[in-house]
């Protein structure tokens, strides 16, 4: 089982920054991928940013350049750096983690319970 408990969501005016962090803990083979995903009031969860294991990057379209995601490993813990935040960026942001079991090695992935982030003036 894995507990994933994020952090650092909150109000901020438009243009400004905020940093997320997700840590992961519990029992598990290894981390394969670290994920954020947002969920605007009234809209479907969507992807924001993934971090593979191998350090490969993904981003949406609408935060590339803005957002970084990033870990720190010994604590399993992924970041994400948001910039220049504008109000179409509130929403509740999940961190989603991908790991491989103990027994078995198998795939699975888990979800925070999510922090809110509104970004308005």
């Known amino acids: 089982q894995v507990q994933l408990v994020e952090s650092g969501g909150g109000l901020v005016q438009p243009g400004g920054s905020l940093r997320l962090s997700c840590v992961a803990s519990g029992t598990f083979f290894s981390i394969t991928k670290m994920s954020w995903y947002r969920q605007p009031p009234g809209k479907q969860r969507e992807m924001v940013a993934t971090?593979?294991?191998?350090?490969?990057?993904d981003y949406a379209d609408y935060v590339k350049g803005r957002f970084t995601i990033s870990k720190y490993d010994p604590r399993n813990i992924v970041y994400l750096q948001m910039n220049s935040l504008q109000p179409e960026d509130t929403a509740t942001y999940y961190c989603?983690?991908?790991?491989?079991?103990?027994?078995?090695?198998?795939?699975?992935?888990?979800w925070g319970k999510g922090t809110l982030v509104t970004v308005s003036s």
């Open positions: 971090l593979t294991s191998r350090a490969s990057t």
């Open positions: 989603n983690v991908e790991i491989l079991t103990l027994v078995g090695r198998m795939i699975r992935d888990y």
